[in-house]
């Protein structure tokens, strides 16, 4: 039906509270989902804020006991720093959603301990290392509590 005073189209039998409600439906439909983010803490390092899962990530020791989520295939690298006495051992694994892939990228600086993954299937995996505050040199002295390194990872 033609409106000839505004010169606005509007389907027969359709009001504007009609019209308006429909429209509202329709923004509350677009956005579910919305506002969702793929971690649940922020991170100092990469920032993974998103609806979807990333393709790739890389975390540090700042990120410690932070969860994130990763898409299958996506590639995951990690960077713990020390220093040339005080290293953090290699990271491990506990779950089999994540493999370890080679970095391509040579030699780390020294003092750096990398992990370098990929997404393999879904689950959930959390990685871990744990050094001493003395580091190697000091057997037997006690230097403080241990320093940790976990975070968790969510394959989708």
Same mark, same amino acid.
């Given at each position: 039906?033609?409106?000839?005073? /505004? ?7 359709? #009001? ?29 390092? #990469? ?15 700042? @990120? ?31 779950? @089999? ?15 750096? /301990? ?21 580091? #190697? ?20």
């Amino acid at each position: 039906m033609w409106n000839g005073v /505004t010169g606005s189209a509007r389907p027969t039998g359709m #009001t504007r509270h009609t019209a308006l409600r429909l429209i509202a439906s329709a923004a509350l439909l677009t956005s579910a989902g919305c506002g969702r983010t793929a971690h649940t803490t922020a991170p100092a390092g #990469t920032p993974v804020q998103s609806a979807v899962c990333p393709a790739t990530a890389t975390v540090t020791e700042a @990120d410690n006991g932070r969860t994130y989520c990763l898409t299958r295939s996506a590639h995951l690298e990690v960077y713990l720093h020390g220093t040339a006495q005080d290293r953090w051992p290699p990271i491990t694994l506990d779950g @089999d959603a994540l493999r370890r892939v080679a970095s391509g990228k040579g030699i780390l600086a020294l003092g750096v /301990t990398g992990g370098f993954f990929i997404a393999d299937h879904a689950g959930t995996v959390h990685l871990s290392s744990a050094r001493r505050p003395c580091g #190697t040199s000091a057997p037997g002295v006690a230097c403080g509590p241990l320093r940790t390194f976990k975070i968790t990872i969510t394959v989708r």
